[in-house]
Nanobody, 115 residues
């Protein structure tokens, strides 16, 4: 079983930065992809960024160059660097790992951006 543990959330002022971390219990490149999702109150969970086994990266349009997904394969960790945070970025952020017909989720970490 794949275990995912997120950390790095907190409260930050608009315009500030946070770096989220997701520690994975097995090799990241043994998985099809890793991704960050977020879910705000009353809204559906939405994809923020993803990185495939081969290193291909995708971002949601609302990131607008503010967020960066990266990985440290040796440390089995995926990061989400979030800069220029806005109030609308407030959400619970989840780490997701995918392999064929199987999805693994972390418990989530709260990000609150105050205006």
């Amino acid at each position: 079983q794949v275990q995912l543990v997120e950390s790095g959330g907190g409260v930050v002022q608009a315009g500030g930065s946070l770096r989220l971390s997701c520690v994975v219990s097995r090799s990241i490149v043994s998985l099809d992809s890793m991704a960050w999702y977020r879910q705000a109150p009353g809204k559906e969970r939405e994809l923020v960024a993803s990185i495939s086994r081969g290193g291909s990266i995708r971002y949601a349009d609302f990131v607008k160059g503010r967020f960066t997904i990266s990985r440290d394969i040796a440390e089995k960790t995926v990061y989400l660097q979030m800069n220029s945070l806005k109030a609308e970025d407030t959400a619970v952020y989840f780490c997701k790992a995918t392999e064929m017909w199987r999805t693994h989720w972390g418990q989530g970490t709260q990000v609150t951006v105050s205006s």
